[in-house]
């Protein structure tokens, strides 16, 4: 079955440093990949998305390249402030038949002034 | 566009009590899913409605149910709470498309239900 492996948190820097949050996946043909942030006291936001082999998903200073050859969809910011400070889940749909999401274990992002 | 609703957003009930939540999804989408989040188990799947049949779901008890309305509306039910169904239940709603690659959903803000 479809499954997304995220690195664990939390992932805790300084405001400014550079962010890179690991997502890989397993799935069968090519599904359309996600990033969506949740707040604190809050549901979960689409943050980027890719739908086809070596796009680029970008918002927000964020971004995230569907790498088929390597199964990955790898967030990153190069700057990132307080405000970014929030868990973050990669999710894949459209495999199998499936568009149902399946999402990562979320990973939390720390940062600190 | 206004987004997706959820009501109430807390809910404190004791052991076998039954509760209904509510998500009202964004207009001209038909498919309305529903999630358990706790901090054990991340984001799990419950169950996804479209055009009022239930159309996909996931690995939860019988007591967990739901149903959807023809105006996409839906609710979920839980009948004889156990304290471990303590979570924050996220709605969320997209186009559903069958043939569709792009699952993008629509989150609402949830409801945090506490079972004492």
């Known amino acids: 079955g479809n499954s997304v492996t995220q690195m664990e948190g939390p992932v805790t820097l300084s405001e400014e440093a550079f962010l890179t949050i690991n997502c890989t996946y397993t799935?069968?043909?090519?599904?359309?990949l996600f990033w969506y942030v949740q707040y604190p006291g809050e549901g979960l936001q689409l943050l980027l998305k890719a739908t086809k082999a070596d796009d680029k998903g970008s918002n927000k200073g964020f971004e995230a390249t569907y790498r088929k050859e390597t199964t990955s969809f790898h967030l990153e910011k190069g700057s990132v402030q307080v405000s970014d400070s929030a868990v973050y889940f990669c999710a894949l749909s459209g495999s199998g038949g499936s568009y149902i999401p399946t999402f990562g274990r979320g990973t939390s992002l720390i940062v600190h002034p | 566009k206004a987004g997706v609703t959820q009501t109430p957003r807390y809910l404190i009930k004791t052991r076998g009590q039954q509760v209904t939540l509510s998500c009202s999804p964004i207009?001209?989408?038909?498919?309305v899913s529903w999630y358990q989040q706790t901090p054990g188990q991340g984001l799990q799947f419950l169950f996804e409605?479209?055009?009022?049949?239930?159309?996909n779901k996931g690995n939860f008890p019988g007591r967990f149910s739901g149903r959807q309305f023809s105006n996409s509306r839906s609710e979920m039910n839980v009948s004889t709470l156990e304290l471990g169904d303590s979570a924050l239940y996220l709605c969320?709603?997209?186009?559903?498309?069958?043939?569709?690659?792009?699952?993008?959903?629509?989150f609402g803000p949830g409801t945090r239900l506490t079972v004492l």
């Open positions: 969320a709603s997209s186009v559903g498309l069958v043939d569709g690659r792009d699952g993008e959903q629509f």
């Open positions: 409605y479209f055009s009022e049949t239930q159309r």
């Open positions: 799935a069968t043909g090519y599904p359309s």
């Open positions: 207009s001209g989408h038909r498919s």
